[in-house]
């Protein structure tokens, strides 16, 4: 992080950059002006011994184990009560997104709503994560890590909200505006939650898991939009991330995998407004656009059933309750 703070009035592109390194402004910080950048990072919250707790919370390593792509009936009841629980509490945390609120204060809200539920929040220490969610901002694709920046009016906010409830997980998330947002980037999410529903209707029975990816590109085509490929939806159950991968690009690799009735997946496309491609910040957390334009996600975790779907995390609580061309 620069310690030299951007001046009042910028530099014209080939005036010397203000932080003093003596190349052009344009060769120097004038690609990272309007960027999101990492702000201060809390220390971490531990939640209360009575709370059930996944084997990764006491050493922050995922240890991995086979679990039944099917679910018993017994199974799928409690994914969908943990599903029910992570729905609501991603509501509340996006009823609270304001201009000058941090995602800071964002975790502390979700991390004691979750315990509240007595519930556990999946993120903090998986893989040594140190925040109870995740929260993406404008350029972030996913797995923004909660810190002192305050949000600003123009701001999109991805949450991702993932709860550990009766030994299952709940994953879902949704973007929100903060405050008034250009309608470029109203575009952007509007679509990206359409695209995450044609996913979700291609979900039937005896269909290969490729046709969920393939209903999502071709929306978010018709828009020259860009489709994230490093991260992709994942069986989930007992575990957070299970062997199913669901990819949200049109892609062979997927024509192998057969929906079955009893199958737990998540849909969370992430949609580009530029280029589909990633980098990563040397947090190695968090992944942001290689162009620096903005990206948005919607996440539903779903049940495949005898004639086609059930959204786990969905139905009148949620943030994304039906597909927004059918309302
Ligand atoms: N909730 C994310 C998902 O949808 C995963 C977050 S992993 C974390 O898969 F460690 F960053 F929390
Ligand atoms: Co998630
Ligand atoms: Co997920």
Not at 6 to 34: F, I, M, V
Not at 258 to 283: A, C, V
Request: with cysteine; charged share 25%.
């Amino acid at each position: 992080m620069s310690t030299v703070a951007p001046p009042q009035t910028l530099p014209q592109a080939n005036d010397p950059c203000w932080c003093g390194s003596g190349r052009k402004y344009k060769r120097c910080h004038r690609p990272l002006e309007g960027r999101v950048m990492q702000g201060e990072i809390s220390p971490y919250r531990p939640v209360p011994a009575h709370i059930a707790r996944p084997s990764y919370a006491d050493t922050g390593r995922v240890e991995r184990w086979d679990e039944p792509r099917v679910k018993s009936p017994e199974i799928i009841g409690r994914m969908r009560h943990s599903g029910k629980v992570a729905a609501e509490i991603l509501r509340l945390a996006g009823a609270m997104v304001a201009p000058g609120v941090t995602t800071d204060v964002i975790d502390v809200y979700v991390h004691d709503l979750t315990i509240e539920r007595n519930a556990y929040p999946s993120p903090l220490n998986y893989h040594g994560s140190r925040k109870s969610v995740c929260t993406s901002v404008n350029e972030v694709i996913c797995h923004g890590i909660p810190d002192s920046r305050a949000l600003r009016d123009g701001d999109i906010i991805n949450i991702d909200v993932t709860a550990y409830l009766g030994g299952v997980h709940g994953d879902t998330n949704a973007t929100f505006f903060v405050g008034d947002v250009d309608p470029e980037s109203r575009k952007l999410v509007q679509v990206t939650e359409e695209c995450m529903w044609k996913g979700i209707e291609a979900v039937r029975p005896d269909r290969p898991v490729s046709d969920i990816g393939k209903a999502i590109e071709d929306h978010a085509k018709k828009f020259r939009y860009g489709v994230v490929k490093a991260f992709v939806g994942h069986g989930i159950g007992e575990q957070f991330h299970t062997d199913i991968q669901i990819l949200h690009y049109a892609d062979t690799r997927g024509s192998t995998t057969i929906m079955r009735p009893g199958m737990t997946f998540t849909i969370e496309p992430m949609i580009n407004l530029g280029t589909w491609q990633h980098r990563m910040w040397d947090d190695d957390w968090t992944a942001v656009t290689a162009d620096g334009k903005r990206t948005a996600q919607f996440e539903h975790m779903i049940l495949v059933t005898d004639d086609g779907f059930d959204v786990l995390t969905g139905g009148e609580g949620a943030v994304s309750p039906y597909a927004p061309w059918k309302r």
